[in-house]
């Protein structure tokens, strides 16, 4: 339930691992399947191609790209390389085995990949590959420095300070002895950390190898880096002159760790090997906190009082000068999904600054223009649910760049300096890249070219439904922006069994977000209307918006999921209102399990993946506690809990069980433990105690997501087999 890694739906464009030393045996390709029919299928969606990593030439003529294939029969993925001109022609496949080929780069003319936990190089023709590395297969991420002398590797090493190592003549023991919290992150045993490594770079005969003189950044520091669960390579990033490396840290572990996201920007010296905090004062102690209570007191940083940087701090990245350094900041300490702002910092003076503040959302993505007069900056940033592209001067003005019904997840410059490569998809699209040559004198002239069709093969034989945003009055008197999604082969005189979508997070946005598993594209397909409300508490509408729902999570929010079903069912005469359901995951698992005991016979059926249903078990089972704290309030054993502390557990969704007359499935994940399928469990059996009709979908092997291809099949299948028992049924 973190914004950053957007635990609804939105996060999910690609699944599984994007470098896993564990190499298929089955060369797995693109699929060029026959469809039956028109309509989207599980196997349909699960036969395309992901784009995932992507990186353009230092001359700004070729992209290097990758893609994720998934076989259903072999339950594996495979993930290969491409490399084409930077408008799109001469596309070439590079990958020639079955191994995973992953992480692509240039070092000087040539690529720069991962294959077997190694870096290896080849020329842009896929030729003379060689081996760069020889670290026993540990290589889990790097980054080549300008100069092409110097690399950064990521490798995991031991961490024993939280789960204690067990006796050597003991070999066979199981159990593990832990000492302190964070002991499990995400889906993990925490019995390791990454650090950062330098080691320099040799060529000869035009081929790169590295020396075995490793250098580990953070020697002797307890601390991982990148952070986890999701950090990568992106959080860290060489100076221009190749001297310095800025790196994301949040120094702390165990309790502190747990209850703080105080994460900061590093700057380390290679020569000295020496470490300044650009983001704290020299000699700085954090203020002593004592864990129970929420942070929402703290004094926030604000652009005419910058010190400090208590939250997330992350993702930096050198200008082209040199001169500057900027990343992604959150201004409060404990807050997950605070507005992630644009900070920049003057490395001669230490002088910081905000960007795009009149921007009132967050920053997600950035980089780097050689342009310094009317747009230095280009990011992308979700407003009315949808991700569009933005410019920002020296001045903070920002300009939109491109109004697309459709969200951008990332952006890198080309060599050039003048054009940008950018991932964008929709509710009916999969991922493709693209070309934006931008123009913030005139955004209207700002040009943009689709540069790859990954998946046209499959989308010309598909029939794609349609999305519209409808506004609707909230009951505090707020206008709410709600996306109708309606099936292919529409017929506006018929009526239609309907979906609920209840959005995760809680706070990330229902934008033109594309995922593999909670499609709308598939939902249409199968004969449903979907509407997704962009509710209180989700970003793209301002801040005010934005903070409604910490500490208030059963309140506005859930009844602007009320305002717009009756709206719909009220004005949209091709809804059917005795054929509703409600689903979600995670928030919106939890707002599903709410809506159980609430909806006042609305909804037909319910289904809740991965959601929270006991919200005092929640708050000590969660292993990231900074996310209860904030959310909740206060803990529920302090007598002199908040009035939103009690509110909150008052109407946790367990204690209205005795209210739910409605068939639910829950699903769940074992490896959850941002939210632990107890959770899931527990909701399932009561409901069947009470004698409700209802199944439970548990995946010992999947966590809060669901990425392996036959259990993906399974989800799907299950998923519609419930909604069309209840919803389709004569």
């Known amino acids: 339930m973190n914004r950053i890694v957007t635990l609804g739906v939105a996060a999910l464009l690609t699944l599984g691992s994007t470098h ?58 495979h993930h290969v390389l491409y490399i084409m001109n930077a408008d799109g022609t001469g596309q070439k496949l590079l990958t020639t085995s079955a191994k995973n080929e992953t992480d692509p780069a240039w070092v000087g003319g040539q690529i720069a990949f991962i294959t077997g936990g190694e870096i290896w190089t080849m020329t842009a023709d896929g030729q003379n590959r060689h081996q760069v590395t020889k670290t026993d297969g540990a290589v889990e991420g790097f980054k080549f420095s300008p100069d092409a002398q110097k690399v950064i590797i990521l490798k995991s090493m031991p961490f024993n300070k939280i789960i204690q190592k067990n006796p050597d003549d003991l070999p066979k023991a199981t159990g593990r002895r832990v000492t302190d919290l964070m002991y499990r992150h995400w889906d993990h045993y925490v019995e390791s950390i990454q650090h950062p490594f330098v080691g320099s770079v040799e060529m000869a005969d035009g081929q790169y190898t590295m020396s075995n003189d490793l250098v580990d950044i953070l020697e002797g520091e307890p601390y991982e880096c990148p952070m986890e669960p999701f950090g990568g390579i992106e959080q860290l990033d060489w100076s221009k002159d190749s001297k310095q490396i800025a790196y994301t840290c949040r120094k702390k572990t165990g309790r502190d760790y747990s209850f703080s996201t105080d994460s900061d920007i590093f700057l380390y010296t290679i020569s000295t090997r020496e470490t300044v905090n650009l ?13 129970t209570k929420s942070l929402k007191d703290q004094p926030v940083n604000r652009p005419e009082n910058l010190k400090n940087f208590p939250g997330y701090d992350q993702n930096p990245k050198f200008s082209p000068d040199g001169k500057y350094v900027a990343w992604l900041s959150m201004a409060r300490d404990g807050y997950e999904a605070d507005t992630q702002h644009l900070v920049v910092c003057n490395l001669a003076t230490g002088e910081k600054k905000y960007l795009a503040e009149q921007f009132d959302s967050n920053v997600d993505d950035f980089c780097w223009s050689d342009n310094q007069k009317d747009a230095f900056i280009y990011f992308i940033g979700v407003w009315h649910a949808t991700e569009n592209m933005y410019s920002v001067n020296w001045k903070n003005e920002v300009k939109q760049l491109t109004s697309f019904c459709a969200d951008f997840g990332s952006l890198q410059m080309l060599g050039d300096g003048k054009r940008i490569i950018a991932e964008r998809h929709d509710y009916m699209h999969a991922a493709d890249l693209y070309l934006i040559t931008p123009n913030s004198k005139k955004p209207e002239k700002t040009a943009i070219v689709q540069i790859t069709q990954e998946n046209k093969h499959i989308f010309d034989q598909l029939a794609a439904g349609s999305s519209e945003e409808r506004w609707v009055k909230t009951t505090d008197g707020n206008q709410m922006l709600y996306w109708v999604i309606k099936p292919p082969h529409f017929d506006p005189n018929k009526k239609y069994p309907t979906l609920l979508f209840c959005e995760g ?49 059963t309140g506005q929010c859930m009844k602007d999921y009320l305002t717009a079903i009756d709206d719909a069912v009220e004005n949209l005469p091709y809804v059917d209102k005795d054929r509703l359901g409600a689903v979600g995951a995670s928030f919106g698992g939890f707002s599903v399990y709410y809506l159980a005991g609430h909806h006042e016979g609305r909804f037909k059926c319910f289904i809740a993946h991965d959601g929270a249903f006991n919200l005092e078990a929640m708050y000590t089972e969660t292993e990231e506690n900074w996310f209860s704290n904030w959310e909740y309030d206060d803990a529920y054993w302090n007598k002199d809990m908040t009035l939103n502390a009690k509110r909150t557990y008052e109407n946790s969704p367990h204690r209205f ?9 829950c699903i769940h994940g074992e490896l959850d433990y941002r939210i632990n399928a107890t959770q899931g469990m527990s909701a399932f059996n009561a409901a069947r105690m009470r004698g ?38 004569n």
């Open 20 to 77: 896993a030393n564990a190499q298929n045996t089955v060369n797995i390709g693109k699929q060029n399947i026959q469809l039956k029919s028109d309509l989207m299928t599980p196997e349909a969606l699960w036969a395309m191609g992901r784009i995932s990593a992507y990186a353009p030439s230092p001359d700004g003529q070729k992209v290097v790209y990758q893609v994720g294939y998934y076989s259903v029969k072999e339950n594996k993925s």
């Open 279 to 291: 983001c704290k004062p020299a000699g700085y102690k954090a203020p002593a906190y004592d864990g």
């Open 505 to 553: 997070g809680p706070q990330s946005p229902v934008s033109q977000f594309w995922s593999y598993r909670w499609n709308f594209m598939i939902m249409a397909s199968q004969g449903y209307v979907i509407i997704a409300p962009n509710r209180h508490g989700l970003p793209g509408f301002g801040h005010e918006w934005l903070e409604e729902i910490s500490g208030d999570w």
């Open 657 to 665: 069980v005795d209210k739910w007359d409605t068939p639910i499935l």
């Open 692 to 729: 409700i009709p209802a199944e439970l979908l548990i995946f010992p092997d999947e966590n809060h997501w669901v990425l392996k291809p036959q259990n993906g099949i399974l989800w799907q299948r299950t998923y519609f087999n419930w909604l069309d028992r209840w919803l389709k049924k």
